[in-house]
């Protein structure tokens, strides 16, 4: 199955920046992909996601602040986080779940990564 390496995580006052990177294994292009958060004492929760054909969502918090985006050629998924809040901070986790090949849809079994700690501020 694909292995998913995240980077990027760390350390930021409230309204600076960072972007998380993860770098999956094989070619992603017939993955869905997404990056999800959990924070001490909460559930995880799934911040943003990415299709095959590029179609993103984002959870309302992050609307306007954030971007995910995809390299395919490089196999790495991208977070861009801008104006950072407190309640952003926590673990992010990388995901994928590979595309069915009849219906184009996104499968329900994620690969995840490690995760990558983001703390503000």
């Known amino acids: 199955h694909v292995q998913l390496v995240e980077s990027g995580g760390g350390s930021v006052q409230a309204g600076g920046s960072l972007t998380l990177s993860c770098v999956a294994s094989?070619?992603?292009?017939?993955?869905?992909m997404g990056w999800s958060r959990q924070a001490g004492g909460k559930d995880r929760e799934w911040v943003s996601t990415i299709t095959q054909t590029d179609a993103a969502t984002y959870i309302d918090s992050v609307k306007g602040r954030f971007t995910i985006s995809r390299d395919v050629a490089s196999n790495t998924l991208y977070l861009q986080m801008n104006n950072l809040k407190p309640d952003d901070s926590a673990m992010y986790y990388c995901a994928a779940t590979r595309v069915r090949p009849l219906s184009r849809q996104c499968g329900e079994n994620y690969f995840w990564g490690q995760g990558t700690q983001v703390t503000v501020s």
């Open positions: 094989e070619y992603t292009r017939d993955y869905c």
